[in-house]
């Protein structure tokens, strides 16, 4: 089984940055296309942003493109999420998930390994 952790969340004022980290164990990560999702107390999870198997495309939500950068670096078995200008509105437990199958898709049913999450709180 694939095992994920999140780490980087925290607090910050609005304007400001952080960088979430995702380590994953248990497989073979440059085989699996990854995704970074978030929810919000009562919404739906959604997706913000994607990166394939090979970093070489990645994709993004529109209320994040322009601020959110993917990365990963297979070496390490990380996938990385760069948050610029935050808003109040990113509020949410963010996830990183695995896609192990042949083609990116930004569904969360597509994405079979999720990991626990991590809290980030932008205020105001």
């Known amino acids: 089984q694939v095992q994920l952790v999140e780490s980087g969340g925290g607090l910050v004022q609005a304007g400001g940055s952080l960088r979430l980290s995702c380590a994953a164990s248990?497989?073979?990560?440059?085989?699996?296309?990854m995704g970074w999702f978030r929810q919000a107390p009562g919404k739906e999870r959604e997706f913000v942003a994607g990166?394939?198997?090979?970093?070489?495309?990645?994709y993004y939500a529109d209320s994040v493109k322009g601020r959110f950068t993917i990365s990963r670096d297979n070496a390490k078995n990380s996938v990385y999420l760069q948050m610029n200008s935050l808003k109040p509105e990113d509020t949410a437990v963010y996830y990183c998930?695995?896609?192990?199958?042949?083609?990116?898709?930004?569904?969360?049913?597509?994405?079979?390994?999720w990991g626990q999450g991590t809290q980030v709180t932008v205020s105001s």
């Open positions: 990166i394939r198997k090979s970093g070489g495309n990645t």
């Open positions: 998930a695995v896609n192990d199958r042949l083609l990116f898709s930004r569904s969360t049913t597509a994405h079979d390994y």
């Open positions: 248990g497989g073979t990560f440059s085989n699996y296309h």
